[in-house]
């Protein structure tokens, strides 16, 4: 019974360290779109630089995915 506990928490740790996707927008404010990547063609136009952020942050801002790389 002890090594089935052991063995269901070692599990429930290892499963909630999942890494999460990251995404660029542009400006620290202003942005309607992420992108999966920094070259993205509709990053093109960004004059207030890029920064990569969480994609659950980014569709938190209520954010949506550039047309480019849907």
Request: net charge positive; proline share 3%; hydrophobic share 40%.
């Amino acid at each position: 019974m002890l090594r089935y506990m052991i063995a269901l928490s070692l599990l429930i740790t290892l499963t909630s360290f999942r890494a999460e996707t990251q995404v660029f927008i542009c400006g620290p404010a202003g942005a309607k779109k992420y992108h999966y990547t920094a070259n993205c063609r509709g990053l093109s136009a960004c004059k207030h630089g890029t920064f990569e952020v969480p994609k659950s942050k980014a569709e938190s801002l209520g954010l949506s995915l550039c047309g480019w790389e849907d």
